[in-house]
């Protein structure tokens, strides 16, 4: 009987000291952002989520997205938290209000996530055949803390990350949005 007794109180102790440890890992604080089909009428249905959190090389946002063209995205954090569309030269323009890309510095440099210019350019999102993007990305240049207050956008084309031959990477509309709170 003792030696029994000494088991279970072993294993008491081990499964004490297990949850004992696991109770001290620090929670990991993830952002979760709904985003929305947008148009230059309106804020559509939301066509998916991004999910964030920090690591020690920057933010990796997670999407789960759907109803996109197959292909590659723009993808950027933008300055305002405001999805709504707004007027650009007498024409309406999707998610107009978001503002310009994120750019605390005032670099003014479209260059891409690796460089020294805008903090809001991220790696483009690929949407495969179905039109789902799930791949995660890493934003290098921010931290969790950077993206509150602000809306992540997704253009129709891609981003070559240069102003040539088109401006901000001629990614071109704006068709989907979300704020961060």
Do not use: W
Not at 125 to 147: F, H, M, R, S, Y
């Amino acid at each position: 009987m003792k030696i029994i007794s000494l088991s279970l109180m072993g294993s008491l102790f081990g499964l004490l000291l297990g949850a004992s440890a696991f109770a001290a890992q620090p929670v990991r604080e993830t952002i979760t952002v709904t985003i929305f089909a947008v148009s230059a009428d309106s804020i559509g249905a939301p066509i998916g989520t991004l999910t964030m959190h920090d690591t020690v090389r920057g933010v990796v946002i997670k999407p789960k997205l759907k109803n996109l063209s197959p292909g590659v995205h723009g993808f950027h954090l933008h300055e305002n938290p405001d999805c709504s569309a707004g007027v650009q030269d007498d024409t309406m323009v999707a998610a107009h209000n978001a503002g310009g890309h994120y750019d605390p510095d005032i670099t003014g440099m479209h260059h891409g996530p690796n460089s020294d210019g805008h903090r809001g350019d991220l790696p483009v999102l690929k949407a495969n055949a179905a039109g789902l993007a799930n791949d995660p990305v890493l934003a290098p240049q921010l931290k969790l803390e950077d993206v509150k207050g602000h809306a992540f956008v997704i253009h129709a084309g891609g981003d070559n990350y240069s102003d040539d031959p088109l401006a901000l990477g001629g990614g071109g509309a704006r068709i989907a949005c979300g704020v961060v709170n």
